[in-house]
């Protein structure tokens, strides 16, 4: 059988997802998934390994061919004076061969990120890590600078290190109003497909991939260490996003807030709900996202939804991914309205 050139693409990046996936007996999953026979799949992995695209390690177990690169940048070398320097030297080179939306979304991505650690951490050195193979490149930033956590703690006296990440992920956040927007982070970690910060062992994560296996990535002692994954096959483009959270007049007006990366447990109490709406009247809209969030008390669904939104009814606040017992909750508290 014949396939066609689109046919014959979709066969291999399937092949190459579930090699990603560590897919056991890949040969028979395949071939049974796609309905193709064990021979077609043969040859299309040994079509892969003769193009360096993947390797065999032992029976029917292929990784992908991943390279990688390790640069180490200083400030006392002027390495750090320019946030473009690291993307237009070592990643850039790397990327330059993908479509346009890619780059621009790494450009901002990793300029945001260097800027971040020029300005902000007092980092004498930051090292950079590139990780690529066919599928997605990976970005990992290390500084040995300041703590971004425990800046944003001390900058704003807030009570613990997990409050400063809850402000971190809504957004329009910064330790230097006067000359940053405090929108790098926030955009950013919505472009990639996975963005985590490691800092003071606290972590600041958001991924697009429910069971995503990206967490191996070096531990900064002291400093701040970010990952950056993003598919080289993504049709994701820099300015969706900003427009996802902006205005007509490109506004940063609305913010989403994921329930489950800012408390271990269902949410119950006021003084978590507090913790939620601190600074919400920046913005005109906020989503609520509960997704895989059991339940939520009632005190914590009253103080948000309804004393909260009743002192600022400039800010509209929207609950999404509720399941049943959510829900009940917030129209329980919705009646008393």
């Keep these: 059988m014949k396939f066609s050139a689109e046919k014959k693409n979709s066969i291999k990046m ?8 560590k897919t056991e007996g890949l040969s028979k999953y395949v071939s049974q998934e796609l309905g193709i026979s064990p021979n077609t799949v043969h040859s299309y992995l040994t079509e892969l390994q003769n193009n360096q695209i993947i390797l065999k390690s032992k029976r029917d177990k292929y990784e992908l061919v991943t390279k990688s690169y390790e640069y180490r940048l200083t400030r006392s070398s002027g390495d750090l004076d320019h946030d473009t320097y690291a993307y237009d030297t070592y990643l850039r080179p ?4 993908l479509p346009d939306n890619i780059e621009q979304i790494w450009s901002y991505g990793m300029s945001e990120m260097v800027n971040n650690v ?9 090292t950079v890590i590139i990780r690529q193979n066919y599928l997605f490149t990976q970005v990992i930033l290390i500084d040995n600078g300041i703590g971004i956590f425990q800046k944003i703690k001390d900058h704003f006296s807030l009570p613990n290190l997990d409050e400063a990440i809850c402000e971190l992920i809504k957004g329009k956040l910064t330790t230097d109003s006067e000359n940053h927007s405090g929108e790098g982070i926030f955009f950013t970690s919505k472009m990639m497909d996975s963005f985590f910060i490691l800092s003071d062992e606290k972590i600041f994560a958001t991924t697009k991939y429910e069971n995503d296996q990206v967490l191996d990535f070096p531990e900064p002692v002291g400093g701040t260490c970010v990952f950056m994954s993003l598919s080289n096959f993504t049709n994701r483009t820099a300015a969706e996003i900003f427009d996802l959270y902006s205005n007509d007049d490109g506004v940063f007006f609305k913010t989403r807030i994921p329930i489950k ?13 507090k913790r939620i709406c601190n600074r919400l009247d920046q913005f005109k809209e906020v989503i ?4 895989e969030t059991e339940w939520m008390g009632q005190g914590f669904a009253h103080q948000l939804f309804v004393v909260y939104a009743k002192a600022h009814p400039q800010t509209t606040i929207i609950p999404v991914n509720m399941n049943q017992n959510v829900e009940n909750m917030y129209k329980h508290v919705m009646g008393s309205v």
């Design 94 to 97: 790397l990327i330059k061969h």
């Design 288 to 291: 609520v996202d509960f997704s």
């Design 118 to 126: 020029i300005d902000h951490s007092q980092a004498e050195t930051l």
């Design 14 to 21: 399937y092949i190459l997802k579930k090699i990603d996936q």
């Design 261 to 273: 990366n800012i408390f271990d447990k269902a949410p119950i109490s006021r003084s978590q709900a």
